[in-house]
């Protein structure tokens, strides 16, 4: 198992900007496939974005939220970062951090990850 714990949650009001954080333990995060995720209340968890091993396998973003997000990784820190900006109300939900053993050439499904945080709030207020 890949403990992982996420941070940087908060209430912004749209147009603001929060960095979310997500700290493995366990294991060295280079080897580690890593993506965000979003639940909405009364909605399913959804794809926000992903970024691939230290290898460079791959960076993707929803629709929703590219140009506005940006997802980092900090190997030497076992850390994964969402930049975002220009938020908007829609993106009010609460964020989970998702971890894949091993590279893969994309992914953006529930089905790709093998391991979650708890999640953190984020509220953007209009």
């Known amino acids: 198992q890949v403990p992982l714990v996420e941070s940087g949650g908060g209430l912004v009001k749209a147009g603001g900007s929060l960095r979310l954080s997500c700290v493995a333990s366990?294991?060295?995060?280079?080897?580690?496939?890593m993506g965000w995720f979003r639940q909405a209340p009364g909605k399913e968890r959804e794809f926000v974005s992903g970024i691939g091993t230290w290898s460079g396998d791959f960076e993707a973003y929803a629709d929703s939220v590219k140009g506005r997000f940006t997802i980092v990784r900090d190997d030497a820190k076992n850390t994964v970062y969402l930049q975002m900006t220009s938020l908007k109300p829609e993106d009010t939900a609460v964020y989970f951090c998702?971890?894949?053993?091993?590279?893969?050439?994309?992914?953006?499904?529930?089905?790709?990850?093998?391991?979650w945080g708890q999640g953190t709030q984020v509220t953007v207020s209009s």
């Open positions: 998702a971890a894949r053993s091993g590279p893969k050439s994309s992914a953006t499904r529930r089905s790709d990850y093998d391991y």
């Open positions: 366990l294991v060295i995060t280079r080897y580690l496939t």
